[in-house]
């Protein structure tokens, strides 16, 4: 009986052995497609803006030492403020003034770019960073936010910030006055944010209120200029 078994036992590891060899040769290759383990606490990195440095480029001029594009097919003013102003407006007017002297100036593709830079620039202020928020503002702007940041830092207040959304952006205004081209919008945004002591008692608004907000921001920027970025020059809050 012994030697039943024994031999039972022999055919049965027998195969186990061969089984684990087929899986191995079948499921261990590797093709150089395989996606890397799921880590459920990897947060997915945000993707960035196209930049140079901080700075989100407002669509306007083509940048420097770019390699030449295709010219696309001129669109005419009128058809580029659709939705945006009436051309016969003073607001259309000026925006006219301006797609003639920075070609590559879409209103629309505007707007977009300065959406991305209200968020970026509202989470930077929240967050104390001075850096990222040099190359979005001009002297003066990034002066008083720095100061008001400095102020914080002394108190030892924290502001948490967390953005919503933009429910609604337009351009409001528009002057080229020389070469100084600058664009007014108004973003109405939805935020929780909240101000908490060195404690971290609340002294300003409130963390668990989403708060209906309405700015008004003016970007600025030389026509015909290298750099062809826009940056913050005046901000206001339209209760």
């Known amino acids: 009986m012994n030697e039943f078994l024994d031999i039972y036992t ?44 901080n700075v989100i480029p407002l669509p306007s001029a083509q940048r420097p030492n770019a390699a030449p594009k295709e010219e696309a097919p001129q669109i005419a003013p009128a058809e580029q403020l659709k939705g945006i102003a009436e051309a016969e407006s003073p607001l259309g007017r000026e925006l006219v003034r301006i797609i003639e002297v920075e070609p590559l100036f879409e209103p629309k593709g505007f707007i977009m770019g300065a959406r991305a830079a209200y968020e970026m620039i509202v989470l930077a202020f929240a967050r104390g960073d001075r850096r990222a928020l040099k190359d979005l503002l001009s002297k003066e702007v990034f002066d008083s936010f720095s100061a008001a940041i400095g102020e914080r830092e002394t108190r030892g207040d924290k502001v948490d910030t967390t953005f919503v959304s933009i429910d609604k952006s337009e351009i409001i205004d528009a002057s080229l006055k020389g070469k100084t081209v600058a664009v007014t919008l108004r973003f109405a945004s939805k935020m929780i944010t909240a101000t908490r002591d060195a404690a971290g008692t609340v002294i300003d608004g409130n963390p668990e209120k989403i708060a209906d907000l309405v700015d008004v921001w003016t970007f600025s920027r030389e026509a015909g200029a290298r750099d062809p970025n826009w940056r913050l020059v005046s901000t206001q809050s339209d209760v």
């Open 10 to 53: 022999i055919v049965f590891i027998a195969l186990s052995i061969f089984v684990i060899f087929r899986l191995k040769s079948v499921l261990g290759q590797r093709t150089g497609n395989e996606r890397p383990p799921f880590d459920p606490f990897q947060r997915a990195e945000p993707p960035k803006p196209e930049a140079e440095g």
